[in-house]
């Protein structure tokens, strides 16, 4: 089965494409969504384990993003993936997915900033690249509270750092995942780093965007020893503005992030395209799809598609696999949907992050409806 060398105008997002030498069945790629809904020890449970088997007909499941380390954690109720409950947790979650014939890539995340003390390690201070405080506040077990201004990282403790990237990676092998997905987007600590309005280092880290790009270099040198770099992709998001995000210049940051990557040949580039609605918040407007051209390998794209701009997309070569967020919360049969232009189920706002079964594992299937 030839599935990467259609015709741009015979692509939709039921054909297959290969990433590497793994074949997702489709193109419709679940994104990585934070539910808050881990158990003890921040290890995933049944209900977790329901939710992604729901998912599986996706061609790829990215899980939702989860702590590589203690000090790395962000949100109340995220999973991790660096201790050995936590690799069983996921096992468990792994296994059902392939049961169903599915594939899934663990995301491996770092909050840097975008934390609180009060959820961290002994009361320690969240890490960022430099101490500048975010604006606004963070969700906290205590409910929300004001950001703190973070201690910065000292340059001796950034290998530590990138051990913790590589130790969640052999997590990830463990716990049976097909591949991963370093978060370098959406305002978290490779973000922070990348950014010039988040990084004023001084040191081989900080200044010109390819010392602002280092750490992001390091770590997936690191991913990659562990892993076969065609199994591991890695998400920006490069006019978002989430958590208080701005550079000066993004287009020159993320064309050179985007062609520094290259050289890893990893199995795909993960780009969000959120932010592109506001202009000038995170920085000076650019196109994002520009970046397609830089890019030498498979290329996904993020921005609330539905199935015909998803199509279009697709068809007019601006991405290869698209990647949908709220309509795989609402429908876990999202491809069967599409395949026969059912009608979707509505997402629940209110359930997204937190809760029980309600909005998590109990939308119906086009079976039950």
């Known amino acids: ?51 992604y088997r729901q998912r599986a007909s996706a061609g790829l499941i990215i899980s939702e993003g989860s702590q590589i380390a203690d000090d790395a954690l962000g949100y109340p109720l995220t999973p991790g993936i660096h201790s050995e409950a936590q ?17 899934i890539f663990m995301q491996l995340w770092h909050c840097g900033r975008v ?46 750092i990138i051990e913790q990237y590589r130790h969640a990676a052999c997590c990830a092998v463990e716990a049976g995942f097909d591949g991963v997905e370093i978060h370098a987007a959406n305002g978290y600590l ?3 780093f990348l950014r010039d309005g988040t990084n004023q280092r001084q040191d081989q880290y900080g200044g010109s965007i390819e010392n602002r790009s280092r750490l992001i270099m390091e770590v997936t040198a690191a991913v990659c020893e562990i892993w076969d770099p ?39 580039l993960h780009i969000t395209e959120m932010g592109a609605e506001t202009p000038g918040i995170a920085g000076p407007y650019f196109d994002i799809s520009s970046l397609r051209s830089l890019w030498d390998g498979v290329y996904m794209t993020n921005s609330n598609y539905d199935y015909k701009s998803a199509n279009a997309a697709l068809q ?12 795989f919360i609402a429908n876990p049969d999202l ?7 059912a009608p979707l189920n509505k997402p629940d706002p209110e359930s997204f992050y937190g809760g029980d079964e309600k909005g998590y594992i109990d939308y119906p299937f086009l079976k039950q409806a």
Do not use: C
């Open 1 to 51: 089965m030839i599935v990467n060398d259609l015709q741009p105008q015979d692509i939709t997002l039921l054909s297959p494409i290969k990433i590497g030498r793994q074949t997702l069945k489709n193109r419709m790629v679940m994104a990585p969504l934070t539910r808050n809904r881990a158990g003890d020890g921040l290890v995933p449970t049944e209900m977790n384990v329901t939710y």
């Open 87 to 103: 690799v069983v947790g996921w096992k468990r979650v792994t296994d059902a997915v392939h049961k169903e014939d599915g594939l």
């Open 115 to 160: 934390s609180h003390s009060s959820m961290l390690p002994d009361g320690m201070k969240p890490l960022a690249p430099s101490a500048i405080k975010p604006a606004g506040e963070v969700y906290t077990y205590e409910g929300m509270k004001p950001y703190e201004t973070p201690q910065a990282i000292e340059t001796a403790d950034i290998p530590r």
């Open 190 to 192: 490779l973000d922070q």
């Open 230 to 268: 065609e199994k591991v992709g890695i998400r920006l998001s490069p006019l978002q503005p989430f958590n208080d995000l701005y550079d000066s210049n993004p287009q020159a940051t993320f064309s050179y992030m985007v062609k520094a990557l290259n050289k890893f040949g990893l199995g795909y």
């Open 316 to 327: 007019e070569g601006k991405a290869d696999p698209i990647s949908f967020g709220k309509l």
């Open 335 to 341: 491809p069967e949907r599409f395949a026969i232009d």
